[in-house]
T-cell receptor
Framework: EAGVTQSPTHLIKTRGQQATLRCSPI?????VYWYQQALGLGLQFLLW???????NRGNFPPRFSGRQFPNYSSELNVNALELEDSALYLC??????????????FGDGTRLSIL | GDSVTQMEGPVTLSEEAFLTINCTYT??????LFWYVQYPGEGLQLLLK?????DKGSNKGFEATYRKETTSFHLEKGSVQVSDSAVYFC?????????????FGTGTLLAVQP
């Protein structure tokens, strides 16, 4: 069974540009989550999508946005990039998110570097 | 709000030593508890989980018991190997709520020397 896949592996951008990160969940999983792992800040929850809808959002500005497609894959968009957006962005998926203790399974992440 | 506190690292052990990584949590609901492991250059791998008080999660020789009375979920392994060198994250998920996000501790770096 294929795990969570993320692309690209690395992404280099400059300040003010936009970045698009992609995630394919494990087959059969309907929930997708995004986390940011920044140096010194630990792992922070960004967004949760389930059945195509945004269900929950972490404490991040609106320039962090995303969507979930009918096949349950997801995109994270970061607009007006700032230096502090440099981080590893991790995507996770689970069978369902609603009132469930299903574990989240993570991909290997996209390393976003802002120059 | 909910939070997770892990012991500071790095933890340096010799091969075959006993491992304990402490984890305590604060939660208003009835959280599920997890340990994840991150090897260099990789994402997180689920190591084990427990969903209610007194549950014991175990995997690959690692164990952790959900202790509601002490709000703890300490990770243990009887005999570590060099290949166990990684960063270990304790996390909770409020399974009774609607947020479903994982709240992580800061991570503990384990270095096992041959």
């Amino acid at each position: 069974e294929a795990g969570v896949t993320q692309s690209p592996t690395h992404l280099i951008k400059t300040r003010g540009q936009q970045a698009t990160l992609r995630c394919s969940p494990i087959s059969g999983h309907t929930s997708v989550y995004w986390y940011q792992q920044a140096l010194g800040l630990g792992l922070q929850f960004l967004l949760w999508y389930d059945e195509g809808e945004e269900r929950n959002r972490g404490n991040f500005p609106p320039r962090f946005s995303g969507r979930q497609f009918p096949n349950y894959s997801s995109e994270l968009n970061v607009n007006a990039l700032e230096l502090e957006d440099s981080a590893l962005y991790l995507c996770a998926s689970s069978q369902t998110g609603h009132y469930s203790n299903q574990p989240q399974h993570f991909g290997d992440g996209t390393r976003l570097s802002i120059l | 709000g909910d939070s997770v506190t892990q012991m500071e690292g790095p933890v340096t052990l010799s091969e075959e030593a006993f491992l304990t990584i402490n984890c305590t949590y604060t939660a208003t609901g009835y959280p599920s508890l997890f340990w994840y492991v991150q090897y260099p250059g990789e994402g997180l791998q689920l190591l084990l989980k427990a969903t209610k008080a007194d549950d014991k999660g175990s995997n690959k020789g690692f164990e952790a018991t959900y202790r509601k009375e002490t709000t703890s979920f300490h990770l243990e392994k009887g005999s570590v190997q060099v290949s166990d060198s990684a960063v270990y994250f304790c996390a909770l998920s409020d399974r009774g709520g609607a947020t479903n996000k994982l709240i992580f501790g800061t991570g503990t770096l384990l270095a096992v020397q041959p």
